[in-house]
């Protein structure tokens, strides 16, 4: 079965530093990827995604991920983090189709934390 | 994009009772899923229901616990049945739409 394993359960950053939260999937072939953002008593909001193609993708907020396949990683990056990006960070993996048909599998994410 | 409502929003039940969650989608999409964040925990796939068919569900979950309805292509219900306090958990439900799962706000269950 896939699984998603994310290291950082929590990660302090300062504002305007640079950001990378870590993503390891396991699978038998390449998973359609995703990171989604949850802030406090908000819903998941989706940051990006890979299907294929450019490795490099980039997303809203500033955001990009890089997919490598030979670490099967999937690392989200911001260059300039802002105290608004303080929010629970979600990668997540679809092993069907990746057309919206199947659930997904998440990872137990990574809590961000921005000081001032 | 699709815009994905729940209700209610939150609620405190009393164990041994039921709790019906509803979801509404303000696109018709073929998919729709629902999900369990426990507290400080990720999300966790209950099952997937299709329109016009019965539920899926994941290992872990039955659908005496978790019945699901599915009436149309905008629409669809969790029943959470006979609850614990262990089934006190956020309830998010999402849709395939577009290439994309789009997420609810999520239903926020406490059960004393």
């Known amino acids: 079965a896939q699984s998603v394993t994310q290291p950082d359960i929590h990660i302090t950053v300062s504002e305007g530093a640079s950001l990378e939260l870590r993503c390891n999937y396991s699978?038998?072939?390449?998973?359609?990827l995703f990171w989604y953002v949850q802030s406090p008593g908000q819903g998941l909001q989706l940051l990006l995604k890979y299907f294929s193609g450019d490795t490099l993708v980039q997303g809203i907020k500033g955001f990009e991920a890089e997919f490598k396949r030979s670490q099967s990683s999937f690392n989200l990056r911001k260059p300039s983090v802002h105290w608004s990006d303080a929010a629970e960070y979600f990668c997540a993996v679809d092993t069907g189709t990746g057309g919206g048909a199947d659930g997904l599998t998440f990872g137990k994410g990574t809590h961000l934390i921005i000081q001032p | 994009s699709a815009v994905i409502s729940q209700k209610p929003s939150r609620d405190i039940c009393q164990r041994g009772t039921s709790l019906t969650i509803q979801c509404q989608v303000d696109?018709?999409?073929?998919?729709m899923f629902w999900y369990r964040q426990q507290p400080g925990q990720s999300l966790t796939l209950i099952a997937t229901a299709n329109q016009g068919s019965e539920a899926t569900y994941e290992s872990g979950f039955v659908i005496d616990k978790f019945p699901i309805s599915r009436p149309n292509l905008t629409f669809s219900t969790l029943t959470v049945s006979n609850m614990s306090p262990e089934d006190s958990s956020i309830y998010l439900c999402?849709?395939?739409?577009?290439?994309?799962?789009?997420f609810g706000p999520g239903t926020r269950l406490t059960v004393l």
């Open positions: 699978y038998g072939a390449t998973p359609y």
């Open positions: 999402s849709a395939g739409h577009q290439n994309e799962q789009f």
């Open positions: 696109s018709q999409v073929t998919m």
